[in-house]
Every structure is written in structure tokens, then in C-alpha cells.
């Protein structure tokens, strides 16, 4: 039988950033962490309330669908 690890990691290296529902309607959580434990929480399950939930990073790119190039959106485009 596996034991279950519990990671130990300090409540101010936990910042929660924001909620939302991607496309598929699952419920997602952003939190932002220092370094350390972002390489303690990569690859691991976290038991929030009753659910188990994946561990992942997240980064969003701006991207504009005119002309393909990053850091500026459709509608933030200064040209045609």
C-alpha cells in the first residue's frame, strides 16, 4: 500500500489569484507560489475540501487572431 505524503508548505507562500470555468465547465483555482513550491506542488494531487484536484502551471498568452502575432489582441490593434 502507497503512503500518502502531505506537504508541508507555509500559508503565505499561497496567494490565490482567481476562479473561473474553462470551456469543458471543470471548476479552476489560480494560485500563485514562490519557486519552492511550485517544484514541491508540479506532478502531485492537492485534496481541496473533497475533491482531488491536478497540479498544473498556467500561462496565458495574448495572442491576435488579425494577424497572429503575440502580446496585443484583436481589438487592442492600433493598424489594420
Not at 508548505?9 to 470551456?23: L, M, S, W, Y
Request: overall charge positive; hydrophobic content about 30%; proline content about 1%.
Amino acid at each position: 500500500m502507497k503512503k500518502k505524503s502531505e506537504l508541508c508548505v507555509e500559508q503565505e507562500n499561497i496567494t490565490p489569484r482567481c476562479f473561473f470555468k474553462d470551456t469543458r465547465r471543470a471548476s479552476n483555482l489560480m494560485i500563485e507560489v514562490n519557486s519552492t513550491t511550485r517544484m514541491k506542488f508540479l506532478g502531485k494531487k492537492m485534496k481541496l475540501g473533497w475533491n482531488m484536484c491536478n497540479v498544473d502551471d498556467y500561462i496565458k498568452i495574448n495572442r491576435c487572431y488579425k494577424c497572429s502575432k503575440f502580446n496585443h489582441r484583436t481589438q487592442d490593434r492600433k493598424g489594420n
